[in-house]
């Protein structure tokens, strides 16, 4: 059979994972394919000292191999919204297959992207994109397709993860953390994408649609990073039995879809809890199966590329076949796609931990208590401690779940307490993760 042959844009941590990966295992693709998978060209602002590119045409117009007749699929892994969406769709334009990696550009300019592809009768693979590694739109746009999808959450971020688990193991310094993220690839071009929760909500709403047949709705989205995470926070949840995760959690109710990315508390004995590193995990809940958990690296060269190769290898084999022949770009038939909104974050029921510096005399926690009863909020555990400054102690609460808007109105009235020192540090917590 005739070799696939494959043009590859971007020569950065993923790109040069996948040429090298593309090669190196070169006998076991083909065993698995029936055919062989060729670079034919590599289209790169420079040369990646990581590739032998020995006997390999590479432009440095990445426009050409979208262009280059003597390529069957583009391998987008320059990153990035712009430049990437016009390279996209000129590849989709001159009839060829796409694989991307690149979740920004999924998340916001997908729907259009999926349109042209569906007009061209070519596809738009996009396994790397979520959880590195992990198989997981596989998983859920065909490993699951018996099921009614409600609930997902999970680890989506492997950069945040890394930070948070070096800072709670380790006491080490968040700055410095997220600058051995930077040197070891896991990091996005622009790092307050994996820190302030940005990347994980690309990918979140990636997930949310391949599971529940809703359109893609990024800008909808709860995105709340793990920036102001502190050790102070990661030290009192650990005393409590909890870890602090940096979750995405989407669930379908009757009155809309919940959108949200966020550090989470999780008890320690909840799988998740234990997903430490790069590691990325995802739960997903179907009607059939039930419980369902996938684990991997969320990030890095090797890992991401095995992703980007697993589509090329999914993609050959139904070529010549038509769209019909592939899972739906996101999981369902247009037809098929409910207009179901987005849940405002008020909306969200769920556990919190709330922190507060309060003066240390008797009857504030009365005070306290007071406020959050009033809005039906009881307290699952409660620890004070002597604060740092002289005749203050500071108080933490685990609630069990209650209306955000409750609570947001609970911590406006505690925080106007005069014997409440600033504002209250509050972090959802999520007893069924
Ligand atoms: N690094 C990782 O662990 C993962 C990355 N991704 C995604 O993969 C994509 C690539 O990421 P990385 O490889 O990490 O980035 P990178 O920054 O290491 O590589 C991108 C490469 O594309 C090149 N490039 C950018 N614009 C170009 C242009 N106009 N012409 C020619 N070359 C151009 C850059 O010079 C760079 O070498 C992104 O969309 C990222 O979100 C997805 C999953 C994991
Ligand atoms: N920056 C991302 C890379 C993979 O998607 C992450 O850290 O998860
Ligand atoms: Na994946």
New binding site residues.
């Given amino acids: 059979m005739k070799p696939v042959k494959v043009g590859i844009?971007?020569?950065?941590?993923?790109?040069?994972?996948t040429f090298n990966i593309l090669k190196r295992n070169a006998d076991r693709i083909t065993g698995r394919l029936g055919r062989d998978v060729i670079v034919t060209q590599v289209?790169?602002?420079?040369d990646?000292p990581a590739c032998d590119l020995a006997g390999v045409d590479v432009t440095?117009?990445?426009f050409e191999v979208a262009r280059n007749p003597d390529v069957d699929v583009v391998v987008?892994?320059?990153?990035?919204y712009e430049?990437?969406k016009e390279?996209v769709l000129m590849a989709i334009e001159n009839g060829k297959h796409v694989v991307?990696?690149?979740?920004?550009?999924i998340a916001v300019h997908g729907n259009e992207i999926f349109a042209a592809a569906e007009a061209k009768g070519v596809s738009v693979a996009y396994e790397?994109?979520v959880a590195?590694g992990i198989p997981i739109i596989k998983a859920i746009r065909e490993g699951l397709s018996a099921n009614r999808i409600d609930h997902l959450s999970g680890i989506i971020n492997?950069t945040g993860n890394f930070i948070l688990t070096e800072m709670s193991q380790k006491g080490r310094d968040f700055a410095d953390v997220l600058k051995e993220a930077q040197e070891l690839?896991?990091?996005?071009?622009d790092p307050t994408f994996d820190v302030e929760g940005i990347?994980a909500a690309h990918k979140l709403t990636i997930l949310s649609s391949i599971a529940f047949g809703v359109p893609l709705q990024f800008e909808k989205a709860y995105t709340e990073g793990i920036s102001k995470v502190t050790p102070e926070d990661v030290k009192f949840a650990e005393e409590l039995g909890y870890r602090i995760k940096h979750l995405g959690i989407s669930k379908l109710t009757e009155k809309g879809v919940e959108l949200r990315v966020h550090p989470t508390l999780i008890h320690e004995s909840q799988l998740i809890a234990k997903v430490d590193g790069v590691m990325n995990a995802v739960a997903v809940h179907g009607d059939a199966v039930g419980d369902t958990m996938y684990y991997g690296p969320?990030?890095?060269?090797e890992?991401?590329a095995s992703?980007v190769i697993a589509d090329l290898v999914d993609l050959a084999r139904t070529f010549d076949a038509g769209n019909n022949a592939r899972a739906a770009h996101l999981g369902f038939q247009a037809d098929s796609v409910s207009d179901l909104g987005v849940l405002p974050v008020e909306e969200i029921e769920t556990s919190y931990y709330l922190r507060m510096q309060v003066e240390d005399e008797t009857g504030v926690m009365a005070k306290i208590t007071q406020i959050l009863s009033a809005r039906g909020v009881s307290i699952e555990a409660m620890v004070q401690k002597e604060a740092k400054a002289e005749s203050k102690a500071t108080v933490v609460l685990l609630t069990h779940e209650v209306k955000e808007q409750l609570m947001n109105d609970a911590i406006a009235e505690i925080e106007a307490l005069s014997d409440v020192d600033g504002d209250v540090t509050r972090i959802r917590a999520e007893h069924s993760e």
């Fill in positions: 844009c971007g020569l950065g941590t993923v790109g040069s994972g289209g790169a602002r420079r990646n440095r117009d990445i987008e892994l320059i990153g990035g430049v990437a390279l991307t990696a690149n979740k920004a550009l790397a994109a590195g492997g690839g896991y990091a996005e071009a990347d969320g990030a890095g060269s890992p991401t992703a």
